[in-house]
């Protein structure tokens, strides 16, 4: 069962703002940008080291990112963990009692499946689960 932090998601108002800290001042790269349109959301993907940091700013302040920026503002949104196998990662928080969100898995355009763990059940810190696709 290996696990590994695929990337730390933060939420902001403004990509272009953000990037002038991580990209620009901090020196991490910007490998590339997409507009999630599911998840109303714009994503920087800043590569570091074996993970990444994911800058999300909302495109629809009524979207979970967009209710969550305007009840916590900007900062860390989630951890992202990749395990091999959703499924059993996901039965054995089940058995342990922690609350998902997701009962079952969802799945991105490019085959990663991906669900999230209620804060409640991890020490106040949304922690979604991967599994990259092995196609």
């Known amino acids: 069962m290996a696990h590994r932090?695929?990337?730390?998601?933060?939420?902001?108002?403004?990509?272009?703002?953000?990037?002038?800290?991580w990209r620009d001042a901090l020196g991490l790269p910007l490998s590339k940008?997409?507009?999630n349109p599911g998840e109303a959301v714009q994503i920087a993907f800043?590569?570091?080291?074996?993970?990444?940091i994911e800058l999300l700013q909302p495109t629809d302040p009524e979207s979970g990112i967009g209710?969550?920026?305007?009840?916590?503002?900007?900062?860390?949104?989630h951890v992202c963990v990749e395990v091999d196998d959703i499924e059993a990662t996901?039965?054995?928080?089940?058995?342990?009692?922690?609350?998902?969100?997701?009962?079952?898995?969802?799945?991105?355009p490019e085959g990663t499946r991906y669900a999230f763990v209620h804060p409640r059940s991890?020490?106040?810190v949304l922690v979604e689960l991967y599994e990259?696709?092995?196609?």
């Open 5 to 21: 932090i695929n990337h730390v998601a933060i939420v902001v108002e403004d990509l272009d703002s953000a990037l002038a800290f």
């Open 33 to 35: 940008t997409e507009d």
């Open 46 to 52: 800043l590569p570091l080291g074996e993970s990444e």
């Open 67 to 77: 209710r969550y920026l305007a009840k916590r503002g900007q900062g860390m949104h």
């Open 90 to 108: 996901m039965a054995r928080l089940a058995a342990h009692g922690v609350e998902l969100i997701n009962e079952t898995p969802r799945v991105r």
């Open 122 to 124: 991890a020490s106040g």
């Open 132 to 135: 990259l696709s092995r196609a």
